[in-house]
């Protein structure tokens, strides 16, 4: 059975970080696609970064410079390094995991597995 949990999330004022983990089960995520996504109150569900199992990684346009997405194989957990936060950047984030890979990392239908999500609050 896979099985993601996130945790990490919390509330932290405007330029604060947060280090969100995503550990999983069930699969050796080194093979994998891993994914963030987030969704806010009325809005769809948003890329917010993926990983490869190249190692390449990629962000949607408001994150860059500022979040980080990176792996540790050994502890087969994918973490999302928010740095300098925004009020933005407020919502639920969900670590999803790919099996097939491709180039539609940024498409959350492209993901077979989630997790429950964590809350990230950003005050002004």
């Known amino acids: 059975q896979v099985q993601l949990v996130e945790s990490g999330g919390g509330l932290v004022q405007a330029g604060g970080s947060l280090r969100l983990s995503c550990a999983v089960s069930?699969?050796?995520?080194?093979?994998?696609?891993m994914g963030w996504f987030r969704q806010a109150p009325g809005k769809e569900r948003e890329f917010v970064a993926a990983?490869?199992?190249?190692?390449?990684?990629y962000y949607t346009n408001s994150v860059k410079g500022r979040f980080t997405i990176s792996r540790d194989n050994a502890k087969n957990t994918v973490y999302l390094q928010m740095n300098c936060l925004k009020p933005e950047d407020t919502a639920v984030y969900y670590c999803?995991?790919?099996?097939?890979?491709?180039?539609?990392?940024?498409?959350?239908?492209?993901?077979?597995?989630w997790g429950q999500g964590t809350q990230v609050a950003v005050s002004s």
């Open positions: 999803a995991l790919d099996l097939n890979g491709g180039s539609w990392y940024f498409s959350a239908g492209d993901y077979e597995y």
């Open positions: 069930g699969r050796t995520i080194s093979t994998y696609t």
């Open positions: 990983i490869k199992w190249s190692d390449n990684t």
